[in-house]
């Protein structure tokens, strides 16, 4: 038995890094790509029904995934936006879910306002997973790509919040406001403590504790569910237990983290986030059989037709938010209008059209239990369930196929910072050669009298420091710097690539221990990295 289970996982992964494949070449981002291959592979006739656990996906994927997205999310774009981002992440979270229950209720027969808001605290948040994954390979500006990554990385918090206190309105009957504005508070300030204790706890834990790159990688794997976990016991937000200990531990790495732990841990996250992503895209496409079987109530028009109106609803209500939040202070402060020039009109569409639902919406639709306490079936879930999975294929695959074209159409360019990203960099190595030069000067002059090695590193960090020279005077003179340095890169990569070959020839004579090769070898990949980046 699990010999047969492990063959069809492998063939499973081996199928999903295919597909992935096919959309990398049809310039298809995966997890758009992904969905609509598990549609259609769950269109094969005598393809077996498979329905996510719930649990899954709170507890297996969202933790680590949420983690990784705190880690890398940029403190100071975070800061910088922060009244935007959690305007949206806890107001239009609030307000989706409004509109979504009073329309929902209103046209779907047998509906309360109580399971609308159910519906609407399932598909109020865009997807942490959806929005990084499909956005990084789109030219969108900067500040777009942190207002969304820094909502999502938040609202899952407030709409499972919202989609807990309906349930239990739901299961109970009633609903005391007062009581859940408390509850409310207490989850969203509990997770946060949760989170930033446990990031205290571990990273003192990683500064003092002696270990290796090994035992660190697989502490931080393990983290983000021991924060996670413990929030939820306490009946806190685990959402926000693991971004607000991911971003304290990602800001404080430098204290505890080696440069073989970065670089190794750096390597095994990308590599477990990319699996995990694609599992839960390919999964989302799998349940149409599983969806379209629980549809006993209505027929499959029917539910067609509502999930059309709400998802509609949904991206209407988000571009008529994003738009007011961007021209409000403009048009009612003077000051502010003094402070900063009339927003782009185009940043607020943007912002809209680029929300996608994902498996967390699909998830917690799936958790509705589907009976009572007292035993009856749950009211209404078959429908919710399915609103939820086209509102995903409408926001998801729709919007997400859409999306490209139509930045081609607005032809909207990133605000550059004072500073140009490639001038920016110029400056701070050449600060940092000043500085180990600095430490040579004053340090080592003995060493760098009689140490030939030390002499030559000396010499090596002064013709670097003449190279940022020139760089900088070419940037301040050509026009065409960009273009100028990628020819350079391109001539490193080059130059790498014949050392490379050399190389191989040396391994084929079998003069040279094959350790000391690999360790060269490993060297010179770490070489191109430095002109390519790790992702390329």
Known sequence: MIHNYVILSIVVLLAVMILVMIGQKLKVAYPIFLVIAGLLISLVPGMPHIEIEPDLVFLIFLPPILFEAAWFTSWQDFRKWKKQIFSMAF????????????????????????????????????????????????KI???????????????????LIVFKFALAAVISGQFIFADAAKDFFMMAV?????????????????????????????????????????????????????????????????????HTTRIQAGNVWNVLIFLMNTIIFILIGLELPVVVAGMKDYTISEGIIYSVVIGGAIVFTRIFYSYAVAYLPWLCSKDYRLKFPKPDWRE????????????????????????????????????????????????????????????????????????????????????LKETALHTLE??????????????????????????????????????NFSSSLHESKDVLRQVIQAQRNEL?????????????????????????????????
């Not at 229950?101 to 598909?123: C, K």
């Not at 589907?370 to 879930?381: S, T, V």
């Not at 590193?457 to 190279?467: G, S, W």
């Not at 221990?513 to 060269?520: A, E, S, T």
């Open 91 to 138: 107001g239009l979270v609030f307000l989706t879910s409004i509109v979504v229950a009073y329309l929902s209720s209103s046209i779907i027969p047998g509906l309360t306002v109580a399971m609308g808001f159910l519906l609407g605290g399932v598909n109020s948040p865009p997807d942490a997973v959806a929005a990084t994954s499909v956005l990084k390979h789109m």
């Open 348 to 431: 607020p569409f943007i912002i809209s059209f680029a929300a996608m639902r994902g498996v967390v919406s699909l998830a917690a639709a799936l958790s509705i239990p589907a009976f009572l306490p007292n035993g009856e079936a749950f009211p209404h879930r078959n429908i919710i369930l399915f609103v939820t999975f086209v509102i995903i294929l409408i926001t998801l695959v729709g919007q997400g196929l859409m999306l490209s074209p139509i930045l081609k159409l607005l032809k909207i360019k990133d605000v550059q910072s004072d500073i140009p990203e490639e001038k920016q960099e110029v400056i701070l190595w050449r600060k």
């Open 190 to 258: 509990g997770g946060v403590a949760v989170g930033i204790a446990c990031g205290f706890v571990f990273g003192f834990f990683l500064r003092y504790i002696p270990s290796n790159s090994n035992i660190d990688t697989v502490i931080t794997l393990i983290v983000p569910y021991i924060m996670y976990v413990g929030a939820e016991h306490f009946h806190f937000s685990g959402v926000l237990s693991v971004v607000a200990g991911g971003l304290l531990m990602s800001y404080n790495s430098h204290c505890y983290m080696s």
């Open 504 to 536: 191989h020839r040396m391994k084929r004579e079998k003069i040279f221990d094959d350790q000391v090769l690999r360790g060269i070898e490993m060297q010179l990949d770490f070489d191109e990295a430095k002109i390519t980046g790790f992702t390329h």
């Open 442 to 479: 004053n340090d080592y002059t003995q060493l760098i009298e009689t140490n030939s090695l030390v002499r030559h590193q000396k010499r090596k960090l002064e013709n670097e420091m003449m190279m940022m020279a020139d760089k900088t005077q070419c940037m301040a003179s050509t026009e």
């Open 141 to 159: 500006p900067k500040k777009i790509t942190s207002v969304l990554e820094g909502e999502s990385l938040i609202n899952d918090a407030s709409s």
